[in-house]
């Protein structure tokens, strides 16, 4: 789906993982990781009441916590970062969460490997932000990264998208509204300065590694007039 190979701002494998994590490496992530190919949700989770994908979950403190709240929804979750995957595991394994799937890969990949409108959210909190202008390229956030989300969320499903780099807040808002298949649901200030209410702090986010304070991007996705207008 990209021209562009998955290149991580940070690496792949930064430090030895824990012994725990890495036996929940061999043991829990064969059982609970998203086989390559077409994804039939039915058979990940049945009679599950939504179904949300988390891109680049990081330590996977988000993705657990939301897991938690919302037993009856699948999370599938993709992340090649392997020592956040490891993370991610413990938190799954410590909380016995049965609604998490995961891919330890690009989550590009798993999108295309997505039926059409089968997501009813998918989050994507504090990408790689990727600030000089000749790397805007491996920016996660591309035309056709957007065409993807626009297919795989179910009409009327959100987005959602935060960064601490105004320019990257720019570049991803110009991208989500370039087609009509995306709607921004901010109405004032407030609604793009304030943590949504149902927001789980993260890891990255508590760094405050980038050039301003958290910008929360949320975006409806359409119905299908405008996605046939997105494809055509
Ligand atoms: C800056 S970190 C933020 C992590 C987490 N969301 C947080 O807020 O703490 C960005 C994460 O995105 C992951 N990432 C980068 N490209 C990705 C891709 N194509 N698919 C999935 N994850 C990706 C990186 O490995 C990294 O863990």
């Known amino acids: 789906m990209s021209d562009y190979p998955l290149r991580t701002f940070g690496r792949i494998k930064s430090r030895p993982i824990k012994p725990r994590q890495a036996a929940l490496m061999t043991s829990l992530l064969p059982r609970i990781a998203i086989p390559e190919g077409r994804v039939e949700i039915n058979a990940l989770m049945p009679h599950a009441q939504a179904v949300?994908?988390?891109?680049?979950?990081g330590g996977g403190e988000h993705l657990a916590e939301q897991a938690t709240r919302l037993p009856d929804?699948?999370?599938?979750?993709?992340?090649?970062f392997l020592n956040g995957v490891a993370s991610a595991l413990r938190h799954i394994d410590e909380r016995g969460?049965?609604?998490?799937?995961?891919?330890?890969?690009?989550?590009?990949?798993?999108m295309s490997d997505l039926p059409d409108a089968s997501l009813d959210r998918l989050i994507i909190l504090f990408p790689d932000p990727w600030p000089k202008a000749r790397h805007h390229k491996r920016r996660l956030v591309?035309?056709?990264?957007?065409?993807?989300?626009?297919?795989?969320l179910k009409p009327g499903g959100r987005a959602r998208f935060a960064t601490d780099w105004a320019d990257y807040a720019d570049w991803a808002l110009e991208r989500f509204l370039s087609k009509p298949a995306f709607r921004w649901l901010a109405q004032t200030a407030d609604d793009w300065r304030t943590p949504p209410a149902d927001h789980v702090t993260t890891r990255y986010e508590q760094k405050r590694l980038g050039d301003c304070a958290p910008i929360w991007l949320e975006f409806e996705r359409a119905g299908p007039d405008a996605y046939l207008k997105l494809t055509h």
């Open 142 to 152: 591309q035309t056709d990264f957007v065409a993807e989300a626009a297919r795989t």
């Open 97 to 110: 969460l049965g609604n998490v799937r995961l891919r330890a890969g690009d989550a590009r990949a798993l």
């Open 73 to 80: 929804t699948l999370f599938l979750g993709a992340e090649p």
């Open 52 to 57: 949300w994908l988390e891109i680049g979950f």
